[in-house]
């Protein structure tokens, strides 16, 4: 009996706030992304901690953490969640035209830099209605779980070796090239393999916890590794950093040929044999019969084959 009556005063707006809290580890935070007032965040939380038995979120530091128990929530919430949001606008099939879904893409900036623009004008001028959500491929984010808990919808970028538990598309393949500053002596002298070892590189972060990235894991596999001078975490800014040094910058020539008509750049060809960056989307199978999901698929694909033929 218990059960059922505890049962009865748990709604979906209750579940929603939950999983919120949960993922912000804020208060707060989770009241801007609910479009709710704080202190009705609260009081829905004293509940849902009192249903629990738990504190869910404790302080640590100047910032607040989940307890086991409420961690061991939040995949069974994000299923809530995602079931109730398929439930009705996939049992009438999907509408783009007058579709309140919210899309969640995960992508890496090492895409082509016109890549989430294009994705995002066409899906807002054929589902107007929608909301998209762009999240970064970061150190601390899992990719792997966000699209388990059903916090993405869809994960964009390159890998050696994509995971096998996830579904995959893929996108495009492309060379391996070096973008250096038009003055960089390579330009007029050219270089071999062990002077571009020696050289000044610049690298990005990791997109997930323990990447080295494909560059550096092939480098490895041949038993070389080259000389990183720089790092920065916002691959979109690396161009203009090559630009006015020495540095040299390593990724896929159709990146690379969106800066050399803006900056005073280059391309190069790489003295290292690499095999071609290919890109995909990564989806987990919890979507992959959704009518919403194969919809915005379906875009990704678009933008990324029609980027292709520029």
Known sequence: MRNHSLFDKIDLHLIRVLHTVLTERSVSKAAIRLGMHQPAVSSALKRLRDFAGDPLLVRSGSGMVPTDVALRMLEPSASILRAAEMLFSDAKGFEPATARNTFRVAASDYLDPVFLPHLVAQIKSQAPLAEIEILSLSGSADYRAQLAQGEVDVVIGNWPTPPDELHLGRLFGDEVVCLVSNKHPAVRRGWDQASWLEADHIAPGATHPGAKGVID???????????????????GQIPAMVASTLLVMTTGRQYCERFTDALPVTILPCPVEFPRLM??????????????????????????????KE
Not at 219 to 234: E, K, M
């Open 217 to 235: 894991d092939h480098l490895t596999s041949l038993g070389l590794s080259r000389h990183i001078a720089a790092r920065c975490p916002y691959f």
């Open 279 to 308: 890109y995909y989307q990564l989806w987990h199978e919890r979507t992959h019969t959704s009518a919403s999901s194969r919809w915005l698929r379906a875009c990704v694909k678009s933008v990324a084959a029609a980027l292709k």
